[in-house]
């Protein structure tokens, strides 16, 4: 869900996957692992690649449902 999430979020927000490498110091390869889920960023990737995307790092994890269901406190 991840990988989905990230490669659709970069391309609505109108980067490559090469810029998104650079901008991380990152190698295409080891960004195009996290999008396919071969492999994830750290906490601090996690954190820079939200940033980048003004997203949450909620979003980027896939919980925008479970953050809306469990928003009036249940």
Known sequence: MFGKCL???RKLKG???QQMADLLSV???TYRNYESE???PD????????????????YLLCR???????????
Not at 43 to 58: E, M, Q
Not at 64 to 74: M, Y
Request: avoid cysteine.
């Open 64 to 74: 925008n449902e479970f953050l809306a269901k469990h928003a009036d406190g249940h």
């Open 27 to 29: 190698s295409l390869r």
């Open 43 to 58: 906490f601090g990737k996690l954190v820079s690649i939200a940033d980048i995307l003004d997203v949450s790092t909620d």
């Open 7 to 9: 490669n659709e979020t």
């Open 38 to 40: 071969r492999s994830y």
């Open 15 to 17: 980067f490559t996957a």
